[in-house]
């Protein structure tokens, strides 16, 4: 008898995003019209052209690997020495950052580091995770059996939910019980809030005070404008000792079906063993990394590492200013109708209040079945998500403007 993985029968309903994609075809299946007209502003994926350097250097990369020369069979586990070089020079110590080469890890995706990541911590941690909050998450950590079972809210056991509101900005301060792990995400998916200087510091004093860990998710940090604003967690002093930073390609350099992101793992990061012995994270990360994943493809490495040529940067610089030019016509036209909003500033997601008597679903539905538009219902995000709906600025340009048209013609 094979027997399976009990926690992943806690997990609540289906993933967000697929069961949107559930409704959409339910939707469009009944409707075959309006199915023609729907524009998706639900999920975060990008919709603009790999930049051309990007292109040029992938195109250079095919062609070597058709000669015996210039063939790459496996490369190294932990990414190419050139492109982890590139990222800890432009991206940290072109800063002022002191990241090594060897401590960035170049993988597949930053929403696969942060499920990975619990291979090497412990399940006894006690975990904060804001509320709302990108749900991978809470759902990796269940599925790690990490939690307890989830109540009638769908709050876990064994979570500590730092609620996020517009009182608070949607930055959650410390809370004053310890604990172990905490999740934060800068500029934040779902609310698009961004932590100020003084709001991280007292994070990072939090966790040098309780030995505690931060996992900072700072996929979207390519999309803040104001330079008051911290862009990496290690901005912070002392954060070199209790943080771990994911970085990703996707968004800034429209990698989202290329697939390339990278973790940075400080050497002077210490984890406890049960006995109480104090060990550096970094090898066992590299052990886990080298173990259960092969490396991403030579060709797309090498069209990362283009982005960090003046002609990649100068194409990446456009596509952010495209999406943030989306972003303020959406956020205009939701301010037009008469509600609360957040977030499109310094990041793509528009966070909105629903109509009064709306809930977060409910207006999914009206938006769908009114607009032909696919937002994300806040819910989903967590029960603090819940009045709200993000709406993201991943588009064309004619599309933002068109949803923006419908937007203010429904009757609200």
Known sequence: MAYLNDHYLKLKAGYLFPEIGRRVKAFGDANPDAAKRIIRCGIGDVTEPLPEAVRTAMHRAIDEMGTREGFHGYGPEQGYEWLRHAIAEHDFRARGLEVADDEVFVSDGSKCDCGNILDILGGDNRIAITDPVYPVYVDTNVMAGHTGDADASGAYGGITYLRCSAENGFVAAPPAEVVDVI??????????????????????????????????DAAYEAYISDPSLPRSIYEI??????AIEFRSFSKNGGFTGTRCACIVVPKTLLASTRSGEQLPLHPLWARRHTTKFNGVSYPVQRGAEALYTPEGK??????????????????????AIGLRVYGGVNAPYIWCSTPAGLTSWEMFDRMLGE?????????????????????????????????????????W
């Open 183 to 216: 999740y934060l995400c800068f500029p934040n998916n779902p609310t698009g809030a961004v932590a100020t200087r003084e709001q991280l510091t007292a994070w990072v004093e939090y966790a040098l005070r309780h030995r505690s860990l931060i996992l900072f």
């Open 237 to 242: 002093p002392g954060a070199r000792e209790v």
């Open 314 to 335: 100068a194409q990446v610089a456009a596509l952010i200013a495209h999406y943030m030019g989306n972003a303020a016509i959406l956020r205009d036209a939701a301010t």
């Open 371 to 411: 607009a032909n538009v696919v937002i994300t219902p806040g819910s989903g995000f967590g029960s603090a998500g819940e009045g709200y709906f993000r709406i993201s600025a991943f588009n064309s340009r004619a599309n933002a403007e068109e949803v923006a048209r419908r937007i203010k013609a429904i009757a």
